[in-house]
Each structure stands twice: as C-alpha cells, then as structure tokens.
C-alpha cells in the first residue's frame, strides 16, 4: 500500500492552473451516515496565500452531495490524481454519492495519511498530491454582486450559486 509523506505546499503545488483547471481536483469528505468517503470532481478554484495562510479556496454548489457534507465537517482533503485516473473524475463528477459509493466504483483506493484524523483526510493510492484542509471562512456568491453581468446570464442560468469554501491547507502530502 502507498504511503504518503509531508511536504512543503510552496514546492508541492505545481502549476495550479494546470493542476486545477485541466487535471482537476477531488474533494474528498466522510459521509458519517453512508460509513465511506464521497469524492466531487471540481475544476474551479484557486490556490494562495490569504490571512498569512496557504489556502485552497473551492466553489461548491447546494444541490451537490458533497456540499451538505463539507457544512457538516470542519476538515477535509482535496486530491490531484496521478495520470490515467480521468475515469475516477468523470465518474466522481458525472455520479452522486446520494445514490453510489463513487470511490468503490471508480476503482479509487482510500488510504490513511500519517499524522491525520482519517474520518476527515482521505488520501488515495492514485493520488500525486493530497491537501489537508480546515476551513476558515464560507459565504454564497450572490447575483448583486457580479460585476461582470455576463456571468450569471451564462454560468448560472437556473441561479444555483455556489458556495466560496476558504480552507487554510494545514498538511499537503505526497507518494513517499
């Protein structure tokens, strides 16, 4: 089995545009009532430092699974897979964890990261990178708001907006 060691965040990250915008992410939180992990593709967000922090900022809407469990947890990881893993994301991002166990049916294999509550980082054997996370500030983007009036029109036809998760990255962790 893989075993994942702690890095530096600022020499782990990569290229974040790639790594979140082409190759994407799983946001990986416990379902306490299903007994297993749930895992949502996102291919929006951004990476930084805010409030003397690193951060990992995510979009999460309310209709989605994942979001009722993000509410519900204080942490939780994000997971970059190593190539050949589209699969995983498309089927993490096509399915809901209402209806399927998505890590089973992917062929996602869990494992416990050293040094972390496994009930809230789940890191898995194709992973290249797993971000421990905390949140530390969340709010709803708003249609008033926008500047750019052009993007509510085309991104939120049916005004379902996401939610903006601020999460401080408290442990980043490679294959080791």
């Known amino acids: 089995m893989k075993k994942f060691v702690k890095t530096d965040i600022f020499k782990a990250q990569g290229n974040v545009f790639d790594q979140i915008g082409n190759r ?13 992990y749930n895992a949502m593709t ?3 967000g951004c990476m930084g430092v805010l409030w003397n922090k690193p951060v990992c900022v995510l979009f ?3 209709q989605r699974h994942t979001f009722g469990l993000i509410e519900e947890k204080e942490a939780f990881s994000v997971n970059i897979l190593e ?7 498309g089927i993490c991002g096509s399915k809901s964890g209402r209806d399927t166990d998505k890590i089973s049916e992917s062929g996602l294999i869990p494992v416990g990261i050293e040094g ?6 789940c890191g898995f054997e194709q992973s290249e990178l797993v971000l421990s ?3 530390l500030y969340a709010d709803d983007l708003r249609e008033d708001f926008f500047t750019d009036k052009s993007i509510p029109e085309s991104v939120y036809k ?10 401080e990255i408290t ?5 080791g």
Do not use: M, Q
């Not at 049916?158 to 999460?167: E, G, L, P």
């Open 60 to 62: 999460v809407r309310p």
């Open 158 to 167: 049916t005004r379902d907006f996401h939610r903006v998760y601020i999460c």
């Open 133 to 135: 996370l905390r949140k």
């Open 116 to 121: 972390e509550n496994e009930d809230e980082v």
């Open 83 to 89: 190539d050949g893993n589209r699969g995983a994301y």
């Open 42 to 44: 996102a291919s929006w």
């Open 171 to 175: 442990g980043a962790y490679i294959p």
């Open 24 to 36: 994407w992410l799983l946001i990986t939180v416990k379902d306490e009532k299903a007994g297993r």
